[in-house]
C-alpha cells in the first residue's frame, strides 16, 4: 500500500479515485485529517493531508506520530511525502524539484519518537541515511517517466516555523551544509523508520529561502504561492506516474 503525505500546495489529490474517507484513531491521538482511501491508475494508496484539509494546522502543532501510525495500521509500507521548501544552494531555484537525500533538525519541543520507554520499547534506530533509497529510486523514475528533471539529493534543513527563516539563520544553515529549508520533514521522516516505513520525500522548491537572490531583503509570498501553483501539477503528473508503479 502506497502512502502520499500532501504538503502546503496539495491539499487534496486530483485524479484519486476515492472509494472511502476514514477517521482513524491511534494511541497518540487523532492526525490532522481523514485518511483518504482510493485509486490512481488502478493502484490503492492513502492520501492524507498533513495541515489538514483546509490547511490550518501549523507545522509545529502537526501531529506527527499520529498521522504516520495511522498510515501503517491501515497497510502502509511506502510513503511519499511532499514538501515545499524554499532553496539554500545555488542550483535550488524556484521552481525545482527535488528528492533529498539527507536532513538537518533545526526543529524543538515535538513530539519526535515513538520509542520513549513508555508506549514503546526505547530503542536506539540507524537513522544514517534518513530516507529510503529505494522509495527514491522510485520516484526519480517517475519523474524521469513524466518528463521531469529531479534533482537526485541534496540536504533537507528543518526548522520549527511557522515564521520564515531570517537571512543570518539561512547563512548558517548554508555552512551546515543545508541545501533546502522546510519546517516538516522532522520528526516526520524519523517516526516512518521507527515504524519500519520506507519514506522518501519529494520537495518542491517554491521559493529562494531569505536573503537570497530576489529574495535578499523580503521573501514575496505571492510569488511562492505563484510558484507552488505551477510547479503542483508536475507533482501530480509525477504521483500518478508512482500510481503505475507496481514495486513496492
Given amino acids: 500500500m502506497l502512502g502520499i503525505i500532501g504538503g502546503s500546495g496539495l491539499d487534496q489529490l486530483p485524479g484519486l479515485e476515492i472509494t472511502e474517507r476514514r477517521a482513524c484513531a491511534s494511541p497518540y491521538g487523532k492526525p490532522s485529517a481523514d485518511l483518504v482511501f482510493g485509486r490512481l491508475h488502478g493502484r490503492e494508496l492513502i492520501f492524507l493531508p498533513r495541515h489538514g484539509v483546509d490547511h490550518s494546522v501549523a507545522p509545529h502543532h502537526i501531529n506527527y506520530r499520529a498521522n504516520l501510525w495511522a498510515l501503517h495500521a491501515q497497510g502502509v509500507r511506502n510513503v511519499v511525502a511532499v514538501s515545499t521548501v524554499g532553496g539554500i544552494t545555488k542550483q535550488m531555484v524556484a521552481g525545482a524539484l527535488v528528492v533529498p537525500d539527507q536532513i538537518i533538525d533545526y526543529t524543538h ?90 519514506y522518501a520525500m519529494l520537495a518542491v522548491v517554491v521559493n529562494p529561502a531569505a536573503g537570497k537572490g530576489d529574495n535578499a531583503k523580503a521573501v514575496s509570498l505571492d510569488d511562492i504561492l505563484a510558484v507552488s501553483e505551477a510547479a503542483m501539477k508536475k507533482v501530480r503528473l509525477i504521483l500518478e506516474a508512482m500510481g503505475t508503479d507496481r514495486g513496492g
Wanted: aromatic residues 6%; charged residues 25%; proline residues 4%.
Fill in 109 to 198: 519541543d515535538r513530539e519526535s519518537t515513538y520509542c520513549d520507554g513508555m508506549q514503546q520499547p526505547l530503542q536506539h534506530i540507524d537513522f544514517t541515511l534518513p530516507f529510503c533509497a529505494d522509495m527514491r529510486r522510485r520516484l526519480l523514475a517517475a519523474g524521469q517517466a513524466s518528463g521531469f528533471e529531479l534533482h537526485n539529493g541534496g540536504t533537507y534543513g528543518a526548522t520549527q516555523g511557522p515564521r520564515l527563516e531570517t537571512a543570518a539563520e539561512i547563512s548558517r544553515m548554508e555552512r551546515d551544509g543545508a541545501d533546502l529549508v522546510g519546517m516538516t520533514g522532522m520528526p516526520e521522516a524519523v517516526l516512518a523508520r521507527e515504524l519500519g516505513v520506507c
